[in-house]
């Protein structure tokens, strides 16, 4: 039987004063069967407050709905540079159809907003710090599932200069096509996601599409294709696509935990030599991987299976 949705993890025990080590260890086996399974789960209880994520969508719409000469004021300018800061819609010849703000960490340099909305900006840099915080939390507890040295990943992962976050709205589907994003893995280590009510977001589990049904409040999980390969598939990068519906627009917001661009990533040794299973990946660095996934969506290839995902670093084994 096919389930209805992924599995949601309360993860109040990490912010109880009192210390609650039994539901700790519930939610990271929880996690680490999601992890394994679907590589997606929804996140309650998460400390993030409802009223600020449902103010940042509705600041998104406001923004989306500015006249395409106002938002395309803060597009990168072509060939300017190749990070798809600020507004970006995707290219006519796209099967995605969807447009995109997004901004670094704030005080970046690369970080343009409409200054007409200034709410957009303060709500989003509010957003950002506290996604900052649920990153870490949510790489800790990651690192013990994985059952790796304390704080390993904290310390490999220790520069947040390449996180992003992106609002995104997917426009109403046509009679021919309900495409918004196209079924990909996401290069990065740790993505979250809220969505509004209308839903759309699917992640593939056995070769079935499982909807990922909106929840108020709850924050999607998913690990990403960094995460896959550091522990050499024992935790998946998960197969998601975004399709449209009929007659609304949906708006959503990601965050994207990731690497610094200078790392190297390799499967690490708990998890092939000491096991004595050879690595199903080989080492890279973050910048080259980026940069040709960043040409994916700059400029994609006629047919969407040649995109390069990470398994252009795969090892045939
Ligand atoms: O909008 C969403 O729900 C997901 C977006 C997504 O998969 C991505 O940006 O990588
Ligand atoms: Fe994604």
Redesign the pocket.
Known sequence: MVSSSIPTVDLSPFFNEEGDEHGKKEAIENITKACSEHGFFNIMNHGIPTDLMNKALQLSKTFFQYPPEEKLKLSPAPGDCQIPVGYNIQPDHSVDKNEYFLVFQPGSSMNVYPENLPELRSVIEDLYSRFLGIGSLLESIINDCLGLPQNFLKEYNNERAWDFM?A?RYFPATEKEANG?TE?E?GNCI?F?F?DEVGG?EVRKDGEWIPVVPVEGHIVVNVADFIQVLSNKKFKSAT?R?VRTKGRSRY?Y?FFYNLHWDKWVEPLPQFTTEIGEPPKYKRFLVKEYQKMRMRNKLDPPARPEDEIGITYYAIDT
């Open positions: 992106a995104f994003i990909h996401d993505t996601v969505q977001l998601h975004v959503s990601g």
